[in-house]
């Protein structure tokens, strides 16, 4: 199940809007929180400073129980996996990439993860999320995320250091190249080129991924129907030695967003555009 929150007529009129000017990397969420840059900055270095207390476990302990509680309550039996025997060539640590329609929707990638014994799946996440208010933002806040934000010294200090820690323990570290969330977009849309200038950089290989949603007969909200995802895992790329990490960022943008393309078209079995339809949005009887 995906959650449903207020204010969704005018989050999908916003994705409308979005997709027909092909701002395919902006905001769409209406009550998305809206801080300074600076508090925001001394927020997101005061978390990370807690990341490695007694309190800050505890709560991490909290958060991923609520989210297998929600995985069990709506997930087991209905959400899948294909593709695991991709990710036999990738022998140590990888990125993952990914579309990005829900502030959960990686609880599939993180259940992928410890099926494919990387134990817990770390991912990044905008920093204004951990500024959430109720249950939604604590779990966002302690869910085994690294914050980013548009801060250099951050950026190119202690954002890089949790990333190379996560990396070190072999794990894979999930990153949303299209950045901001769209509202159950079924949709693959062209990413930003940051997340494949990290796997250049850091030398490690990124495995594209592409959530499937297919709408169940079982109402959730009013206008909206349950929904099963499945995960679809491409093939990996890797960073090609004889480029710099610029080259290969642009390099393997292109190839993860070719991949998102393809894997839309034969799932969905029609031709991928942005012209809009109210079935982009999975789940939705609405319509303009």
Same mark, same amino acid.
């Given at each position: 199940?995906?959650?449903?929150?207020?204010?969704?007529?005018?989050?999908?009129?916003?994705?409308?809007?979005?997709?027909?000017?092909?701002?395919?990397?902006?905001?769409?969420?209406?009550?998305?929180?809206?801080?300074?840059?600076?508090?925001?900055?001394?927020?997101?270095?005061?978390?990370?400073?807690?990341?490695?207390?007694?309190?800050?476990?505890?709560?991490?302990?909290?958060?991923?129980?609520?989210?297998?509680?929600?995985?069990?309550?709506?997930?087991?039996?209905?959400?899948?996996?294909?593709?695991?025997?991709?990710?036999?060539?990738?022998?140590?640590?990888?990125?993952?990439?990914?579309?990005?329609?829900?502030?959960?929707?990686?609880?599939?990638?993180?259940?992928?993860?410890?099926?494919?014994?990387?134990?817990?799946?770390?991912?990044?996440?905008?920093?204004?999320?951990? &500024?959430?208010?109720?249950?939604?933002?604590?779990? /966002?806040?302690?869910?085994?995320?690294? @914050? #980013?934000?548009?801060? !250099? %010294?951050?950026?190119?200090?202690?954002?890089?250091?949790?990333?190379?820690?996560?990396?070190?323990?072999?794990?894979?570290?999930?990153?949303?190249?299209?950045?901001?969330?769209?509202?159950?977009?079924?949709?693959?849309?062209?990413?930003?080129?940051?997340?494949?200038?990290?796997?250049?950089?850091?030398?490690?290989?990124?495995?594209?991924?592409?959530?499937?949603?297919?709408?169940?007969?079982?109402? &959730?909200?009013?206008?909206?129907?349950?929904?099963? /995802?499945?995960?679809?895992?491409?093939? @990996? #790329?890797?960073?090609? !030695? %004889?480029?710099?990490?610029?080259?290969?960022?642009?390099?393997?943008?292109?190839?993860?967003?070719?991949?998102?393309?393809?894997?839309?078209?034969?799932?969905?079995?029609?031709?991928?555009?942005?012209?809009?339809?109210?079935?982009?949005?999975?789940g939705w009887t609405g319509e303009f």
């Amino acid at each position: 199940m995906l959650l449903v929150t207020p204010g969704r007529e005018q989050a999908i009129e916003n994705i409308r809007l979005a997709a027909a000017e092909g701002r395919f990397n902006d905001k769409t969420e209406p009550f998305d929180p809206q801080w300074d840059r600076e508090a925001l900055k001394q927020n997101i270095l005061g978390y990370v400073d807690k990341l490695d207390t007694p309190l800050f476990k505890l709560k991490n302990m909290a958060a991923r129980a609520i989210v297998d509680s929600w995985r069990r309550k709506w997930s087991d039996g209905i959400n899948e996996i294909r593709g695991m025997e991709k990710l036999e060539a990738i022998k140590g640590p990888a990125f993952l990439t990914s579309n990005h329609f829900n502030p959960f929707d990686n609880g599939i990638h993180r259940r992928m993860a410890l099926d494919a014994g990387r134990g817990r799946l770390w991912a990044i996440s905008e920093g204004t999320n951990f &500024v959430m208010d109720g249950i939604n933002g604590f779990v /966002l806040r302690n869910i085994d995320v690294i @914050p #980013i934000i548009g801060e !250099p %010294s951050y950026m190119n200090g202690k954002f890089r250091e949790l990333m190379q820690k996560q990396l070190d323990a072999g794990r894979f570290i999930l990153i949303y190249p299209e950045q901001e969330m769209w509202f159950n977009y079924r949709k693959p849309r062209p990413g930003k080129r940051g997340a494949f200038l990290f796997a250049a950089q850091f030398n490690v290989p990124l495995v594209p991924c592409f959530v499937e949603m297919t709408d169940l007969p079982q109402m &959730v909200a009013p206008s909206f129907h349950d929904v099963r /995802l499945t995960l679809h895992i491409l093939d @990996p #790329i890797f960073p090609d !030695p %004889s480029l710099s990490a610029r080259e290969n960022s642009f390099c393997m943008c292109e190839e993860d967003y070719a991949q998102k393309k393809e894997a839309y078209q034969r799932i969905y079995g029609k031709p991928l555009t942005y012209d809009f339809s109210p079935s982009d949005i999975a789940g939705w009887t609405g319509e303009f």
